[in-house]
């Protein structure tokens, strides 16, 4: 709406401009009170602790590990998802929609329920090989992947479905297989959709706390990620639960950050 | 059996499209109608991106489509198509979207790139090739699309409306350019148009149709001088004359004289729309440099308009306003002077006198 179409139409209403107001309030007030308490001379000393340091470097590695797998098995998806058109489209687009929905907890017991020792491919797994899954490293990159991969799904099929299927047609025309036209003609066109889907993922895998807890348990240096430790250090030592969570905050703001340069910027175009 | 040969039946809800066309190597075969008389539809049939619901195509001795054969994906069918608004990757420099045919078809990288900086050159863009497609204009952009459509050197070329979203003056230089390219490109072309004068300048062939069936089909010098029906001469009516040229002067089949403003030497066909004949009963003294007399032969409401053939140049078309038709006492036998402006006259190559015969033998089908 142009500047003289808005002040055609009116001032903005009190009773719009002052719920709007609060909302805005609220949801900056609990960050600001989160920054006036960090205790910012301790801060260096408290994000240099061990249990921090592996923390971090955990969350970091399993929040990574998650988005290979997603981009391995959620790019095809995706493709597969708004490109063609097969029975019960609807449907798998609906499967994929439900871990964005699922209470976090839920999805933990489902793993549980899938992988664990007395799960149902779990047992099998361990009775056949030894395996266990939960309470691993290995559980928390499950965890993360299956609360983060619909972000990237959902991303990625909507950057496919903005880019003009008649390129994928002049590409056939000129002799390429549709493996060839994924690699080189759709894939690079949606590319600003995949980052946008990595990041929108990974912080999605950073914050995750519900499932993994459930999952993988809260063992320092294998499956304790920054929001674990976050949680566990609230109850012995407040300050530093401050601290960490502020990094938390810091990386999200980069996150967003990011996001605006390659996503939000497109979607307002 | 011609070297194409395609019976296309494609039928939709709102419509049926039934065409055939053949067409010899060489042969550049325009496909003429309005929008939605299903020209686009055709072209996609033909390059095997819509399944035929009957019919067959065959080309270069290979059946891509017909009873009893598997229709051939798009990626076997040897084609090139270019498209009305380019269709560029714009993620690829001019030079990689060239390569991308050759690459796809199982060239190697420094082949394929030798293969397109070769089109490019012949397009006469080959200083362009490091350019993103955003950073060429629409004639730019449409001369890399052909260099690309024909860097595969498909047995069929498949042009849809490849001059309509460029300005008229980058239309009329690429018409010229790509009349020439047409000349030396040895499979079939089939070139989709609404627009008259890509039909007569650029192919030897005029498939006119009309509401998804074929109207008329003959040289554009026939299709245009003796349109069958009432919708063929709206979609074609154009005059069309023959001669000789030598710098602006067009010496005529007839034996009378035209002028353009197009230097060009040789066999030319000179085209000008009906409506751009001023008719005058004395001979007439403004500014138009081409001036016949000659005897009327019809009148026939056209439109809005009154269509007026005459002798005079060897056949011509005029149109004319009713008021203009009563106040000159338009009938037949009636004798009149015709006068055309050098600057409404479209000059492009006649082409050898051999193939437009053989063309003309072909039947039409009404």
Known sequence: MSRAARAAVGRPPVRLLV???????????????LLSRTPWSDLPRDLTSGEVLDALRLSLETSTAAMVVAAALGTPLAWLLARVSFPGHAFVRLLVAVPLVLPPVVAGVALLTAFGREGLLGKPLFEAFGVTIPFTTFAVVLAHTFVSLPFYVISVEGALRATDPEYDVVAATLGASRWTVFRRVTLPLALPGVFAGLVLGWARSLGEFGATITFAGNFRGTTQTMPLLVYQQLQVNPDSAVAVSVILLFVSVAVLALLREHWFDKVAR | MSYLEAD??????????????????????????????????????????????DGRVVCAERAWDGPGTRPATTQQRNVGMVFQEQLLFPHLDALANVAFGPRS???GRRAAEGTARTW??????????????????GG???????????ATEPSLLLLDEPLAALDVGVAMALRLELTEHLAGYPGATVLVTHDALDAMTLANRVVVLDDGRVAQTGTPQEVAQRPRTDHVARLVGLNVLRGTSSGTDVRLTDGSALVSVTAREGAVNACFPPAAVTLTLAEPSGSARNRWPGTVTSVAPHGAAVRVHLDAAGGLIADVTPESAAQLGLSPGRRVWAAVKATEVTIYGAGPEGSQEAAAQIPSRP
């Open chain 1, 19 to 33: 719920p709007a107001a609060l909302a805005v309030l609220f949801l900056v007030f609990p960050l600001v009170a």
């Open chain 2, 105 to 107: 078809r199982g060239a």
């Open chain 2, 140 to 150: 730019q952009a449409q001369r890399v699309a052909i260099a690309r459509a024909l």
């Open chain 2, 120 to 137: 490019l050159a012949r397009l006469g863009v080959d200083d362009l090739a490091a350019r993103k497609p955003r950073q060429l204009s």
């Open chain 2, 8 to 53: 296309v039946v494609v039928r939709r809800a709102a419509h049926t499209l039934d065409v055939h066309l053949d067409a010899a190597p060489g042969d550049v075969v325009a496909v003429i109608g309005p929008n939605g008389a299903g020209k686009s539809t055709l072209l996609r049939a033909l390059a095997g991106l819509l399944p035929l619901d």
